[in-house]
């Protein structure tokens, strides 16, 4: 997603002596580095690069994509007012903040067309283990990921199939950390081929690599440090696929 938008967008964030390519170099230290940063506002490390140093102007979407992910107030990055208040992430109120941009939006033509551009997709409080096994049954949308409809048509996602959740535990190591936002496409619950999947096993969710085989299914860890699981033919209805992981800061 390092290249999705265009580096001439219009509408871009001021960018004087403001301090904030500070500020955006403070949001992508928060979720964990550059690289995740760029991907998650969609542009190259480059171009992230050159917005923390004033070198480029930051683009409006670019930034406002930046924020959600991080669960930053744009305000805060755009104007630096009220820096502890800010900087905390989007819980109960994301949905009320979301309303209000559309609202927003709304009423500017330009915006509406922007936004139409964009498909929001639902990231749960439920955490995902990667490890022992955790589920929140009762989860509620922290907030909203912002996708251009053209990477996801070009990935053959639908996002009325899309969800995403945060990966807790070490298990999948190096490829996904404990605290990564994974995207599910729920369509894909049957193994494609070799792949991460979201899998419900014995009342516990997963996420993990599926290997199929002739005697069944091998459960496989990255991490070396956990053991492989084969999942015998006569017990395949046991195993309940959620969906394909499809992007973690990156397609995969």
């Known amino acids: ?11 871009p964030v001021p960018n004087p002596t403001d301090g904030i390519g500070t500020r955006i170099a403070e949001v992508a230290d928060r ?3 550059r690289k995740k940063a760029a991907s998650a506002a969609g542009v190259s490390v480059s171009t992230l690069n050159r917005w923390t140093t004033g070198e480029s102007v930051p683009v409006f979407a670019g930034v406002a994509r930046l924020c959600m992910a991080a669960g930053v107030s744009l305000d805060w990055v ?11 992430r989007v819980y109960a109120n994301a949905s009320e903040e979301l309303m ?5 939006s709304a009423s500017s033509p330009e915006s509406e067309s922007a936004m139409a551009d964009y498909a929001l997709v639902p990231l749960y409080d439920a955490q995902c283990s990667a490890g022992d096994g955790a589920w929140n049954e ?15 048509r070009k990935q053959g996602l639908t996002p009325e199939h899309l969800s995403a959740i945060r990966v807790d535990g070490d298990s999948m190591e190096p490829v996904l950390e404990a605290g990564d936002t994974v995207l599910i496409d729920h ?3 049957h193994i494609e081929g070799e792949g991460i999947y979201i ?13 199929r085989s002739f005697d069944g299914v091998a459960i ?33």
């Open 187 to 189: 369509t894909r619950t």
């Open 31 to 33: 979720l964990g580095g």
């Open 78 to 88: 755009a104007y630096g007012d009220d820096m502890a208040r800010a900087m905390h």
């Open 138 to 152: 009762n989860c509620q949308v922290l907030t909203h990921l912002a996708f251009t409809r053209y990477s996801l």
């Open 1 to 11: 997603m390092e290249t999705e938008l265009d580096e001439k967008e219009p509408n």
């Open 220 to 252: 496989i860890s990255e991490n070396p440090a956990y053991r492989e699981i084969q999942v015998p033919r006569d017990r395949l209805d046991e195993l309940e696929i959620i969906g394909r992981a499809v992007w973690a800061a990156g397609w995969l």
């Open 100 to 104: 209000c941009a559309q609202e927003a």
């Open 199 to 211: 899998i419900r096993l014995d009342h516990h969710l997963y996420a993990k690599r599926l290997q």
